[in-house]
């Protein structure tokens, strides 16, 4: 089986990119987003056959002790491999690079056999909108975005995993500390 370490984002973040969503089903680009029944995330890494229960045990330890943080989704972009991905991408800070490293580190114990471009000094942090492998759908995706994206922050809340089946299978995700509340 495989999984996926999830960060997401506050509820006014996850309404604003689910809008986007909606808006390429209803457009009749593409409903790959709301037909798995993805939400609004960063990955920071996918995982083959982990050990959920310890993974919970790490990921709960882990997030008890980090305050909620701040990403601005600045851009637009696109990956054509190993599907196209339209994305938005926030602006890469080092301490978003020091959190991806941090918590890589504390999963080493996992098989990233297949998903070595989530690996640090490899990973392009980014919020998937739309997924496809006709690149006609991808062009018309990116360009509803460059028409309706403007930058905006947002608040990592709260990290996760996700069983990486369709549609995808949330399992046990952990809210971060709200900032003042140490």
């Known amino acids: 089986m495989d ?11 996850e309404q604003k990119i689910l809008n986007y969503f909606t808006d390429i ?20 890494g996918c995982f083959k056959d982990i050990d959920i229960i310890r993974a919970n045990d790490v990921l709960k330890n882990y997030c008890a002790i980090l305050e909620n943080f701040k990403v601005k989704l600045d851009s637009i972009g696109i990956f054509t ?4 991905c339209v994305f938005l991408a926030p602006i ?14 504390e999963f ?11 690996l640090p000094d490899a990973w392009v942090p980014h919020c998937a909108v739309d997924i496809s492998s006709d690149i006609d759908v991808v062009r018309r995706s990116a360009e509803y975005l460059m028409k309706s994206f403007q930058p905006f922050e947002a608040e990592i809340t709260n990290i996760g995993w996700v069983e ?12 971060l500390i709200k900032r003042g509340d140490k």
């Open 3 to 13: 999984y996926a370490l999830e960060m997401f984002f506050d509820k006014s973040t």
């Open 25 to 44: 089903k209803e457009l009749n680009i593409s409903s790959y987003m709301i037909d798995v029944d993805a939400r609004p995330h960063i990955t920071i």
């Open 81 to 84: 491999h190993p599907k196209a």
């Open 92 to 105: 890469v800070t080092e301490r978003l690079l020091e959190l991806h490293k941090s918590l890589h580190k």
């Open 108 to 118: 080493d114990f996992c098989s990233v056999q297949g998903f070595e471009y989530y």
């Open 164 to 175: 990486l089946t369709k549609p995808v299978k949330r399992l046990e995700r952990f809210e």
